[in-house]
Every structure is written in C-alpha cells, then in structure tokens.
T-cell receptor, first 110, second 115 residues
Framework: DAKTTQPPSMDCAEGRAANLPCNHS???????VYWYRQIHSQGPQYIIH???NNETNEMASLIITEDRKSSTLILPHATLRDTAVYYC???????????FGTGTLLAVQP | GAVVSQHPSRVICKSGTSVKIECRSL??????MFWYRQFPKQSLMLMAT?????????EQGVEKDKFLINHASLTLSTLTVTSAHPEDSSFYIC???????????FGEGSWLTVV
C-alpha cells in the first residue's frame, strides 16, 4: 500500500509557482521522500528526493516539515510542459522498492 | 540524471506467442532493476524486483512462470511475457537503481498489444 496521500488534482497558472503537497505521516526515520512525474504515455521522470533537509535542484525544490510527516514539491515557474501526474513516494528502510500511489494530476493552464 | 533505455517501445504479438522486452542502463550499472505494468488511467504496479545474477522476486499475484525476468548483467534486464493473452496488453516500464545516487531511474516504457 502507498504510504503517502496526495490531492488527486491541482491547477496552476503558467509562470506561477506550483506547490504540490504530500502527507506521509507514517514515515520512518530512515525513509526518504521521492518525487517523480509521469507525462502521458512516458516512463516516470525523477525529480528530486530528500531525507529531512530541504533540497533544491534545477527542476524543483523539496520542502520537508520538521516532523517529516509532510512535504511540498515546488516548481518555481510552471510551464505547460509541466502538466503531468506527480507522485510522492516514501522509499527506504528495509526495501529498495518504489510503490506508486495515485499521484496528483497537475494541469498548468495558459 | 541517468539513462535507462527500453526496447522495443511498441510491439504487437499474436495471442499464444512470447515477447521479450529489454531494459538497459546506459550510463550506470544497475545491480537492482524493477519491472512495472501500467494499465490505462491507472498507476504503476510493481511486478518484480531483479538483482543481477540472482532470481527475481515477484510481487504477490504476479505469475513468475508467465513473466520471466532475467538480469544477466549489470546493465541489462529482460522481461519475457510467455503465452501472451489479450489481457496482457499493457504499458511495461523498467527501472534501474543507481546506488551512487540512491535513486531509481525509469525507462521510456514499452507498449505491448496482444491480438
């Protein structure tokens, strides 16, 4: 079973920041939070991951709350090409596996 | 990032035949690879985990004799769908674990249509 909860869908205006929330209240101390996205009919694309500190790369920023029970993926300037299903996944501990939930469909509007 | 390539990207096969899908990690060695299946409008479902040189571990409900997985080298894993049926038609996606980055990278996926 997926260990995360995400809203099923969100809209964002082009050029604005997209903030995608994720709840992972049962996360263990050695589990990481990973974010992937899947554009229609393609394999998932890795975005970012983190353990407890906030992370930033060329694609996005990941903000993890101090208690690690939730996180937010931030796309600073959303474009139409960012329209995709975004998956927040908890991974680590005793398993290497990525178990996908239903994700959030982000629709970037012109 | 890292590159994982799948081949073929699309394949059509006749019912009862077998079809093989290849998954290659092009710029890293993947000691562990994963195979997923995705039906339309659904999320990815993990089928099995393969470690180089050992037998794959299948998820509950996945028939190991039907979906043969071989991980013979650190850069190649194959999925063979045996005695394919129309209900096996799906989007199959592989991924490889890049240990140095503690990150899993996915291939482009392979569309299988069984007629």
């Amino acid at each position: 079973d997926a260990k995360t909860t995400q809203p099923p869908s969100m809209d964002c205006a082009e050029g604005r920041a997209a903030n995608l929330p994720c709840n992972h209240s049962t996360i263990s101390g050695n589990e990481y939070v990973y974010w992937y996205r899947q554009i229609h009919s393609q394999g998932p694309q890795y975005i970012i991951h983190g353990l407890k500190n906030n992370e930033t790369n060329e694609m996005a920023s990941l903000i993890i709350t101090e208690d690690r029970k939730s996180s937010t993926l931030i796309l600073p300037h959303a474009t139409l090409r960012d329209t995709a299903v975004y998956y927040c996944i908890v991974r680590g501990g005793a398993t290497n596996k990525l178990i996908f939930g239903t994700g959030t469909l982000l629709a970037v509007q012109p | 990032g890292a590159v994982v390539s799948q081949h073929p990207s699309r394949v059509i096969c006749k019912s009862g035949t077998s079809v093989k899908i290849e998954c290659r990690s092009l710029d890293f060695q993947a000691t562990t690879m994963f195979w997923y299946r995705q039906f339309p409008k659904q999320s990815l479902m993990l089928m099995a985990t393969s470690n180089e040189g050992s037998k794959a571990t299948y998820e509950q409900g996945v028939e190991k004799d039907k979906f043969l997985i071989n991980h013979a080298s650190l850069t190649l894993s194959t999925l063979t769908v045996t005695s394919a049926h129309p209900e096996d038609s799906s989007f199959y996606i592989c991924s490889g674990l890049r240990d140095s980055r503690n990150t899993i990278y996915f291939g482009e996926g392979s569309w299988l249509t069984v007629v």
